[in-house]
């Protein structure tokens, strides 16, 4: 029996939908935080796409063809397991968020500053700056997007055009800079394999991993698609091409431009732009970047806070969790009470990453950015687990189920999806492993470990509560016309 919400507006077409997974999944700030390695974060790029990104791709684009259901791998895991994994599956990829969104808000206040230059960047270590940025922001897309698709999807497209002229004018700098002055980084053979502190190397991996993922986002929203069956795939396929080229171009780009040891994390591609336009003397390039990737990342927030969101209403569809999550807003009709919730969580989750510290000290602004990163990326790889573990099990489920013009059937029978899958399942558990490295320079690591270990271990806590006082109570929903049974 497939659960299908009735109520939503379809209003996403093709490119809308490529919009939003460029803007939701290219993280511009992944490349400069891989640039602390230097030339072998090229390697590990090309790595993270032919280990994790291929075979996720390769997954996503069957499954939704398949199953076009409203909340993505929710859904395809409760078909798969049954409620209680599909719950789990669908509260990690919920929950991750309320991490996500703060993590990315740094970065964007980070580089609306860089015209200030040195004063930009003291103020944006600023508690005061962090919280009132990171909230104010949050709260404004949180409305925007119960105002619904057909008024949020302006912020999508802008912020989809604010990370292509970036990453444009960095491949732009990288190819000046080598033709000018030659390459800053050596990227010999050699020089292409992780030698030093190979641990942290691959600690570092798992962010390039986690850069690929989000491409399910417009799973979730599946039944707001024209023409899901076709319109989700070929999504996948027209994002994935461009974001691959995006992430190795800029990558190679800003290692061209300037050497490792001089980028900061969370302005490191303006860095690179303002360095090159510089010796050029075209001073002021690198704050109008700075200025493009806050409104990307502002693009970004507000694409993810929007599909989010759509896990918790189809669980309280379900009655996997409270029914007020299935309300949809009478005008509107999207699901206000599920964005309201998600923003009061994140805020104090935020609250309590950047005010609480575990053993002596406080904790900097830099080490709540690394804490709420990789506990996103820890909680977030959970349900991919599910997905490539849901491909298997409903590739055999489905197989008494002929498929149609509509349907996208991965080569190499079951072996090869077993092939596939496994290779998507593997490289997760590894990059998940990886995540408890603390980055280089943590000061107080036991800090770092309790807060990656507690929280996560704490909030699948709380997620199991939820499930198990739901299903005690009957399923109330909002009436006859926001859901329908149909077989």
Same mark, same amino acid.
């Given at each position: 029996?497939?659960?299908?919400?009735?109520?939503?507006?379809?209003?996403?077409?093709?490119?809308?939908?490529?919009?939003?997974?460029?803007?939701?999944?290219?993280?511009?700030?992944?490349?400069?935080?891989?640039?602390?390695?230097?030339?072998?974060?090229?390697?590990?790029?090309?790595?993270?796409?032919?280990?994790?990104?291929?075979?996720?791709?390769?997954?996503?684009?069957?499954?939704?063809?398949?199953?076009?259901?409203?909340?993505?791998?929710?859904?395809?895991?409760?078909?798969?397991?049954?409620?209680?994994?599909?719950?789990?599956?669908?509260?990690?990829?919920?929950?991750?968020?309320?991490?996500?969104?703060?993590?990315?808000?740094?970065?964007?206040?980070?580089?609306?500053?860089?015209?200030?230059?040195?004063?930009?960047?003291?103020?944006?270590?600023?508690?005061?700056?962090?919280?009132?940025?990171?909230?104010?922001?949050?709260?404004?897309?949180?409305?925007?997007?119960?105002l619904g698709f057909s008024a949020g999807k302006w912020l999508q497209h802008l912020g989809a055009i604010a990370t292509w002229i970036p990453a444009i004018l960095l491949i732009a700098a990288g190819a000046i800079a080598f033709v000018s002055f030659g390459s800053a980084t050596s990227f010999a053979p050699s020089e292409?394999?992780?030698?030093?502190?190979?641990?942290?190397?691959?600690?570092?991996?798992?962010?390039?991993?986690?850069?690929?993922?989000?491409?399910?986002?417009?799973?979730?929203?599946?039944?707001?698609?024209?023409?899901?069956?076709?319109?989700?795939?070929?999504?996948?396929?027209?994002?994935?091409?461009?974001?691959?080229?995006?992430?190795?171009?800029?990558?190679?780009?800003?290692?061209?431009?300037?050497?490792?040891?001089?980028?900061?994390?969370?302005?490191?591609?303006?860095?690179?732009?303002?360095?090159?336009? #510089?010796?050029?003397?075209? $001073?002021? *390039?690198? +704050?109008?970047? /700075? =200025? !493009?990737?806050?409104?990307?990342?502002? %693009?970004?927030?507000?694409?993810?806070?929007?599909?989010?969101?759509?896990?918790?209403?189809?669980?309280?569809?379900?009655?996997?969790?409270?029914?007020?999550?299935?309300?949809?807003?009478?005008?509107?009709?999207?699901?206000?009470?599920?964005?309201?919730?998600?923003?009061?969580?994140?805020?104090?989750?935020?609250?309590?990453?950047?005010?609480?510290?575990?053993?002596?000290?406080?904790?900097?602004?830099?080490?709540?950015?690394?804490?709420?990163?990789?506990?996103?990326?820890?909680?977030?790889?959970?349900?991919?687990?599910?997905?490539?573990?849901?491909?298997?099990?409903?590739?055999?489920?489905?197989?008494?189920?002929?498929?149609?013009?509509?349907?996208?059937?991965?080569? #190499?029978?079951?072996?090869? $999806?077993? *092939?596939? +899958?496994?290779? /998507? =399942? !593997?490289?997760?558990?590894?990059?998940? %492993?990886?995540?408890?490295?603390?980055?280089?320079?943590?000061?107080?690591?036991?800090?770092?470990?309790?807060?990656?270990?507690?929280?996560?271990?704490?909030?699948?806590?709380?997620?199991?509560?939820?499930?198990?006082?739901?299903?005690?109570?009957?399923?109330?929903?909002?009436?006859?016309?926001?859901?329908?049974?149909?077989?």
């Amino acid at each position: 029996m497939t659960r299908k919400i009735t109520g939503l507006i379809t209003s996403l077409t093709l490119w809308d939908v490529v919009a939003m997974n460029i803007v939701a999944v290219v993280g511009l700030r992944w490349i400069s935080r891989s640039a602390r390695l230097g030339a072998p974060s090229v390697t590990l790029w090309i790595l993270a796409c032919l280990l994790f990104f291929v075979p996720l791709a390769a997954v996503l684009a069957e499954l939704s063809s398949r199953h076009p259901e409203q909340g993505g791998i929710y859904a395809w895991a409760r078909r798969a397991f049954g409620p209680v994994h599909g719950f789990v599956c669908g509260w990690c990829m919920w929950v991750n968020n309320l991490f996500y969104f703060p993590s990315l808000l740094l970065f964007a206040g980070a580089n609306m500053l860089v015209p200030m230059g040195a004063e930009g960047a003291a103020i944006a270590e600023a508690r005061w700056f962090s919280v009132t940025f990171v909230l104010g922001f949050l709260w404004l897309t949180t409305f925007i997007n119960i105002l619904g698709f057909s008024a949020g999807k302006w912020l999508q497209h802008l912020g989809a055009i604010a990370t292509w002229i970036p990453a444009i004018l960095l491949i732009a700098a990288g190819a000046i800079a080598f033709v000018s002055f030659g390459s800053a980084t050596s990227f010999a053979p050699s020089e292409l394999v992780p030698r030093e502190n190979l641990l942290d190397s691959m600690s570092l991996w798992s962010s390039l991993c986690f850069a690929f993922s989000g491409f399910e986002i417009s799973s979730m929203v599946g039944q707001e698609v024209y023409e899901p069956r076709q319109t989700i795939p070929r999504s996948i396929v027209l994002s994935g091409v461009a974001i691959t080229a995006i992430y190795i171009l800029s990558s190679a780009s800003v290692l061209v431009a300037v050497p490792a040891s001089e980028l900061a994390e969370r302005s490191g591609i303006a860095d690179a732009v303002e360095l090159v336009g #510089g010796r050029l003397g075209f $001073a002021g *390039l690198g +704050a109008f970047i /700075g =200025l !493009l990737l806050f409104v990307g990342s502002i %693009g970004g927030t507000s694409s993810w806070i929007a599909g989010a969101a759509r896990v918790p209403f189809a669980a309280g569809v379900d009655a996997a969790m409270p029914a007020a999550f299935a309300r949809l807003h009478p005008k509107y009709r999207t699901p206000h009470i599920a964005l309201i919730a998600q923003a009061v969580a994140t805020t104090l989750l935020f609250l309590a990453s950047v005010y609480i510290s575990v053993g002596g000290g406080e904790t900097t602004i830099q080490e709540a950015y690394d804490i709420m990163v990789n506990l996103t990326i820890l909680i977030y790889f959970l349900p991919y687990l599910y997905l490539f573990a849901s491909f298997i099990r409903l590739r055999s489920i489905d197989r008494s189920m002929p498929a149609d013009e509509n349907t996208i059937v991965l080569p #190499g029978g079951t072996a090869g $999806a077993w *092939l596939i +899958a496994g290779c /998507g =399942l !593997l490289t997760t558990l590894i990059a998940m %492993g990886f995540v408890f490295i603390p980055p280089t320079g943590t000061a107080n690591v036991l800090n770092y470990e309790v807060n990656l270990i507690g929280q996560a271990a704490a909030l699948i806590a709380v997620g199991m509560a939820f499930y198990f006082s739901a299903r005690k109570k009957p399923s109330v929903v909002s009436g006859p016309s926001d859901t329908d049974e149909v077989r």
